[in-house]
């Protein structure tokens, strides 16, 4: 652990998207050769910036450690058209893009976790149990913070019938966000910066919600596949994803590898609740649990 807060470097760079016209927006931080790295990946409509209080906190509480993080497509600083992806499958292969600079970026000895949240749990298990080519590089274990194994609220006033016949004829169509700020988080100041970020669009495409839909229906059932050491943070009054699909899927994981914690009162934005500092620092000691028992 640091003792003092430690001078550390920060990158930003620039990776071609898989969408073949659009840049990925990739924040990199560090602090010497990193002996442990932190991949973060974002949920829906929001960017890497909006978890900017846990990245300071790895970056205080870990020495010779590095932190990457990026803006989905059509999020934040990313390109693309906003709110809106053609096929899931470019959400994948940024993430892998992301991953391998990640890896470029370690040594043999460095400890890679991913910490994922919301549409980021869901790329990330979507990628980690793909049966064609998965995730090629070395991953100590996976935190996701209120994944996406099942969408709330996604639909609106849609139907799923309609939801596919405007799929086929107005992919790009918005779908307004129903919920705000206060639903996300019970911290009334991250409420009122989600509400207030122009980063943040205030809707979704069809193509976008069919895609998550189709996404996360692919996932049931296949948790029993997942053979990395992971941490389960489920909000119980989650009006985003269903909690209750969350912890069956982490509940089909051999119970040597994972671990689940529930927050019963607690909304979906569990990395900025009113009690975000417990909630990293009981992240902090499953990984360094982790980081225990590999040395």
């Known amino acids: ?17 898989s969408d073949g016209g659009s840049e990925i927006f990739v924040r990199h931080f560090f602090r010497g050769q990193p002996s442990v790295h932190f991949f973060i990946v974002h949920g829906a409509l929001e960017h890497s910036g909006r978890h900017m209080e ?49 890896h470029s970026r370690n040594t043999d000895h460095t400890k890679t976790f991913i910490l994922a949240h919301s549409l980021g749990g869901l790329v990330t298990l979507t990628k980690l149990l793909d049966p064609s080519h998965g995730y090629p590089f070395p991953v100590k274990g996976v935190v ?61 495409s069809v193509r976008m919600a069919k895609e998550i839909i189709d996404a996360s229906n692919n996932l049931i059932g296949q948790s029993y596949y997942l053979k990395l050491p992971c941490l389960f943070l489920i909000s119980g009054t989650d009006k985003i994803v269903d909690p209750h699909s969350t912890l069956l899927f982490a509940h089909g994981i051999d119970k040597e590898l994972v671990k689940i914690i529930e927050y019963p009162d607690h909304f979906h934005e569990l990395w900025n609740e009113v009690d975000r500092l417990e909630i990293f620092q009981t992240m902090k000691s499953w990984i360094d649990k982790q980081l225990k028992e590999s040395r």
């Open 1 to 17: 652990m640091v003792s003092k807060i430690v001078p550390f470097e920060n990158k930003d760079f620039s990776i071609p998207s």
């Open 54 to 102: 846990l990245i300071h906190f790895l970056l205080k509480n870990y020495n010779h450690v590095a932190v990457t993080t990026f803006d989905s497509i059509g999020h934040g600083r990313s390109g693309g058209v906003r709110a809106h992806v053609e096929n899931f499958s470019h959400y994948l292969d940024d993430f892998f893009k992301v991953g391998e600079f990640v």
């Open 144 to 204: 996701f913070s209120s994944p996406c194994i099942r969408p709330n609220t996604i639909l609106a006033p849609f139907s799923l019938k309609l939801l596919d016949k405007l799929n086929t004829i107005l992919p790009k169509f918005h779908i307004p966000m129903i919920y705000s700020g206060k639903d996300l988080t019970r911290d009334a100041e991250r409420a009122n910066d989600f509400d207030t970020d122009s980063l943040i669009p205030k809707f979704m």
